[in-house]
């Protein structure tokens, strides 16, 4: 329905095969209150194996498909959603994590402020797992809901909105800023920009269920976040991070511990989640490790296998047509 005005917000969602796998995140785009102001650009391998139901997206501004061929990393594929975007504001979807009808006007809302990045508050889509909480609670714990409004240190990772001019600001540097979005988050402080959490804004995650997915989700990003954030780094500095690996569990823990005390999170999640939670911060810094003193390696592609198709990870292994 594109009147030839320019949309709003940008919706980036990929695909690593057809649009089958980003269906259910495309209906609660559609149930958002200002869905007649979204551009839904759909990141792709190949436009003509994506076998798109455009029936279900003519009720947005309008909609776009980008080609990139294998996809090798969420930085790759959002990085390209961002440069082909048209909105002023593009905010990052998953085939996993679902929006509330109201998500789309309450970022929409927040940028008209100067903030750089508005994040959303999150909630567990899948609470009966203890896996399911412990991966909750390592990627999501400070945004937890319910939480207050105002200017925080970073946000949610693959779940965030940005104004896109500061983002494409970047240049080619760009996917490797995406590479772990916390890195971008404290690099957009450093410039002085504000990042701001907008609780009206609400998303439903989908966590991992089965340890044999989890694990090495874990190990791997591990290794991206650290190889991204010492990318300029001194061989020394690399080396001595490395060497402090160790230590990164119990900190990382005891600062769940403490924001879960903080909240009324701490009665929410099953009995069993602390030894689960901490064997997973104990992978996640073995990846570190690894992350700090060699770099990334292959990690990125190894993780985007284990990003699409959660609900089937663990029972067919690691998602299929993705570069893996």
């Known amino acids: 329905m594109n009147d030839g005005s320019t949309p709003q917000m940008s919706v980036v969602i ?7 796998t980003i269906r259910k995140t495309i209906k609660h785009l559609r149930a958002q209150t200002v869905s007649d102001r979204l551009e839904v650009v759909i990141v792709a391998p190949s436009a003509g194996a994506l076998d ?18 294998v996809i090798t990393s969420i930085a ?17 979807a998953e085939d996993h994590a679902f929006p509330a009808p109201g998500w789309a006007e309450a970022l929409i809302a927040a940028h008209r402020q100067p903030w750089a990045a508005v994040g959303p508050a999150i909630r567990n889509a899948n609470p009966k797992s203890s896996v399911s909480w412990a991966d909750l609670l390592i990627a999501y714990v400070p945004w937890l809901v319910p939480t207050e409004a105002g200017v925080i240190d970073h946000l949610p990772g693959h779940n965030s909105s940005y104004k896109r001019a500061i983002l494409l600001d970047y240049g080619p540097d760009l996917e490797a800023m995406m590479q772990a979005e916390s890195v971008l988050h404290w690099d957009l402080r450093a410039k002085g920009h504000l990042l701001f959490l907008e ?9 991992f269920e089965r340890l044999s ?15 991204a954030r010492a990318r300029h780094w001194s061989l020394i500095q690399r080396f001595l991070y ?8 119990v900190v990382r823990f005891l600062r769940i511990w403490g924001q879960l005390h903080r909240s009324s999170q701490q009665r929410s999640h099953p009995l069993g989640v602390l030894p689960i939670l901490l064997l997973g911060l104990i992978v996640s810094a073995a990846g570190e490790m690894m992350g700090y003193a060699f770099g990334a390696g292959d990690a990125s592609r190894k993780l985007c296998s284990f990003e699409f198709a959660r ?3 663990g029972k067919e292994g690691q998602a299929k047509g993705i570069g893996i």
């Open 76 to 92: 790759q594929a959002n990085a390209a959603g961002v440069r082909q975007a048209t909105a002023p504001v593009v905010v990052f």
């Open 213 to 227: 997915s989890w694990i090495p989700a874990q190990f791997y990003s591990g290794r991206v976040f650290a190889a």
């Open 199 to 207: 609780p009206a804004a609400t998303i439903s995650h989908t966590n």
């Open 311 to 313: 609900e089937h990870l």
């Open 52 to 69: 798109l139901d455009e029936s279900e997206l003519k009720d947005f501004h309008q909609f776009r498909v980008v080609e990139v061929g």
């Open 14 to 20: 990929a695909t690593p095969d057809r649009y089958a």
């Open 242 to 249: 490395a060497g402090s690996a160790p230590l990164i569990p």
